[in-house]
């Protein structure tokens, strides 16, 4: 196994994905892969990935390497983390089998990944899933302790010029199928035109399909300058004392924000502010829904995002995975069946008029000296 090409790298992936380009290799440090950073990878297909970190650990069944591999890029594991010292961005750098060869000297060692690994580390998290649900169950009982205040109601909100109040919320965050699901739902979109809330990199997912949204929520780590520049209002999530790291940036792009601080998630920001905004509905799109996301993330925060889906669960609506029902499209049978039976009142009225008998006995006989009827 040999690969050369020019190395690029950071620490957060969905970083690196913004300047990789297929035939760089790719250097992370990404313990369990999600499957959303994976998806990112292997859409720009890199030649392969070196990870400081285990891309499999074995505590969650998370499936974001095995689809890596299966789309046939290697992945070379655990190297040491100082290779982010030693590599400069595009730099050329060489892998021989298990070492990562910079200059004609070997810099470090990792292992390759085989999908077999990640076979076996998947059986080991479904054999750990019980204690991962066990710590998830503490830190979700402990942050409801902590945090009952939000669950009730008491929170204050910023003061948007965008009315949400009686109207459908369209709330956009960049997670798994997140493209797929925006395509299913366009008509939804156009008929129903909901507020749309993007956060952190939702706001990019929106203008990628042309729509520019009302509101842009989070802390900005993950947004693009154009999106923050698109004209939406800006709420940057602040930790539950008022410190904002994310409004720094957007002082120095001269841009104006409201500030909401809150426990948890941007997501749960996001859904709290529109629900306690008294939004008529809630279409979530991309967002963490089941136990397999909230354990996959590996966060305490990730308690919160449960809670606050118990609180907004009556005008909930999760439009993650609704691509899925409608992938294979209108099947020929049921436009054979439709067409036939929008025909046969036409006939029955052409029938039943007697300028017209003449016509249908002229097309049976014609039937009959065909098939020697």
């Not at 760089?24 to 499957?35: G, K, L, P």
């Amino acid at each position: 196994m040999y690969f050369k090409g020019k190395a690029r790298l950071d620490r957060r992936t969905k970083d690196l994905v913004k300047r990789l380009r297929s035939g760089d290799i790719a250097i992370i440090c990404h313990d369990d892969i999600d499957e959303v950073a994976a998806k990112s990878l292997i859409e720009i297909h890199p030649q392969a990935i070196i990870n400081a970190k285990p891309s499999i650990t074995g505590r969650y069944t998370t499936k974001g390497v095995y689809k890596i591999l299966k789309d046939g890029i290697t992945v070379i594991d655990q190297v040491e983390e100082e290779i982010f010292d030693l590599v400069k961005e595009g730099t050329v750098i060489e892998i021989q089998d298990d070492q990562v060869i910079m200059n004609g000297q070997i810099i470090t060692r990792g292992q390759v990944l085989t999908v077999q690994d990640v076979e076996e580390k998947l059986q080991e998290a479904r054999e750990n899933l019980k204690l991962e649900l066990d710590s998830f169950v503490e830190n979700t009982l402990e942050y409801a302790r902590r945090e009952k205040d939000i669950l009730l109601g008491y929170i204050e909100l910023p003061e948007l010029r965008t009315p949400i109040e009686n109207r459908q919320v369209l709330m956009v965050v960049r997670g798994k199928n997140y493209k797929e699901d925006l395509k299913t739902i366009r008509g939804y979109m156009e008929e129903e035109r909901p507020v749309l809330i993007g956060v952190d990199g939702g706001a990019d997912a929106l203008l990628e399909f042309g729509y520019i949204p009302d509101i842009i929520v989070g802390d900005m780590d993950s947004v693009s300058d154009e999106a923050l520049r698109c004209g939406a209002e800006i709420v940057v999530h602040a930790y539950a004392d008022g410190t904002a790291p994310g409004l720094a940036r957007l002082n120095e792009m001269g841009i104006p924000a409201l500030v909401m601080p809150m426990p948890g998630t941007s997501e749960d920001v996001a859904m709290i502010m529109a629900y306690e905004k008294e939004a008529s509905l809630i279409v979530a799109v991309g967002s963490h829904s089941n136990l397999v996301d909230f354990l996959e993330k590996g966060r305490k925060g990730m308690a919160s995002t449960f809670l606050v889906r118990l609180k907004v669960g009556s005008i909930l609506v999760d439009a993650k995975g609704v691509s899925q029902l409608y992938r294979q499209g209108l099947k020929a049978k049921y436009v054979l069946q439709l067409l036939l039976a929008s025909l046969v009142p036409v006939i029955v009225i052409l029938w039943a008029a007697p300028s017209a008998r003449p016509f249908f006995r002229l097309i049976i006989l014609q039937f009959k000296l065909l098939f020697n009827m």
